[in-house]
């Protein structure tokens, strides 16, 4: 059986999360405002082919993507890059290469005692955040 992301998940930890912003050029106020923030992830999940939403009081982000296949991603309301994107599996872990102007960008996504678990990463700067289910 595959991991199974599928569920809505609340923000539990975020460790480095305001330097992987700065490593992303976002500014002092808007890191400010990010930190603070309750993040949801809503996961659905038909074989191959996902949808993340991350939502949050000040924006929300959408990524769907199937895996395997390169996507051109628009970084709106994030960073607002282009970038080429890429998620492929390594066992049951979702990893996600994000080819652009920034060096060593992607993330990596995987389920551990029925948390969420997330990498985010860019440069030198790697931020994990775990998420629990929500009801
Ligand atoms: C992602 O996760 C990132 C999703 O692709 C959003 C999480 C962190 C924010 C990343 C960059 C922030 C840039 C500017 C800050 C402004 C607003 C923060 C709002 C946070 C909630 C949207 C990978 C995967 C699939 O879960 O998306």
């Avoid at 992301?5 to 330097?19: A, C, D, M």
């Avoid at 872990?93 to 005692?113: F, P, S, Y």
Wanted: negative net charge; proline residues 1%; charged residues 30%.
């Amino acid at each position: 059986m595959p991991a199974d992301f599928s569920g809505k998940w609340i923000l539990e930890t975020s460790e480095k999360f305001e330097e992987y912003l700065k490593a992303l050029n976002i500014d002092f106020a808007t890191r400010k405002i990010a930190i603070s923030l309750s993040q949801t992830k809503v996961v659905t999940q038909d074989g191959d082919n996902f949808d993340f939403k991350t939502l949050s009081t000040f924006r929300n982000y959408e990524l769907a993507f199937t895996v395997g296949v390169v996507l051109d991603e628009y970084t709106k309301g994030l960073d607002n890059r282009n970038i080429k994107s890429l998620v492929t599996w390594d066992k049951d872990m979702l990893v996600c290469t994000q080819r652009g102007e920034k060096a060593n960008r992607g993330w990596k996504h995987w389920i551990e005692d029925d948390k969420l678990h997330l990498e985010l990463t860019c440069e030198d700067v790697v931020c994990h955040q775990v998420f629990k289910r929500k009801e």
